[in-house]
């Protein structure tokens, strides 16, 4: 996996050199960094050398949500321990908000006040429903469907990763 000092350092010499695009590849990875307000897709997959070890990880989705800053994620997808794999069929039928970034989960806007949404809460499209803080920036991330909050699936303060499961959603 990238170093994270790394990944800033690339970061901050795209802003400053303006460009939209980087690409980095070694004997073990393969980094490419895209930056841009719409259909910004960012892909990082380690290259697999040898037999035995596992599945190779797969690749990285298109980013739903841009981020207004560039970044740049690795594909695979681990997810917190604490997300213990629920039984599918009480999950069924529910639509999940994933983490558009590698970030910290901040379930309301600071320390002191409510959270955003709860259990129970009904969300539209436009909803926001945490934020996610990604090198000095917080990213209101939206509900981006209607329907009522079914589970929480991770705690203030998390750090989270990309694609992973933040809210369960029963839509309407």
């Known amino acids: 996996m990238i170093d994270i000092r790394k990944l800033k350092e690339l970061v901050r010499?795209?802003?400053e050199n303006d460009l939209t695009?980087?690409?980095l590849r070694d004997q073990e990875e393969?980094?490419?960094v895209k930056r841009g307000n719409v259909g910004t897709t960012i892909?990082?997959?380690p290259t697999i050398y040898g037999g035995g070890g596992g599945a190779a990880?797969?690749?990285?989705a298109p980013a739903t949500a841009a981020p207004p800053?560039?970044?740049a994620v690795p594909a695979t997808s681990s997810t917190a321990p604490a997300e213990a794999a629920p039984s599918?069929?009480?999950?069924?039928?529910?639509?999940a908000i994933e983490s558009p970034m590698v970030g910290s989960f901040y379930a309301s806007p600071n320390p002191d006040a409510d959270a955003f949404v709860k259990v129970g809460d009904s969300v539209s499209p436009t909803s926001t429903v945490c934020?996610?803080?990604?090198?000095k920036v917080f990213n209101e991330i939206k509900a981006e469907t209607s329907g009522t909050i079914e589970k929480i699936l991770v705690s203030n303060g998390d750090a989270v990763e990309f694609g992973q499961k933040l809210f369960l959603i029963r839509p309407n």
């Open 21 to 23: 695009e980087i690409d």
């Open 69 to 71: 800053a560039p970044a």
């Open 13 to 15: 010499l795209m802003v």
């Open 43 to 45: 892909n990082h997959q």
């Open 88 to 95: 599918e069929d009480s999950d069924e039928g529910l639509v």
């Open 131 to 135: 934020l996610v803080e990604a090198m």
């Open 57 to 60: 990880p797969s690749p990285a």
């Open 30 to 32: 393969n980094v490419t």
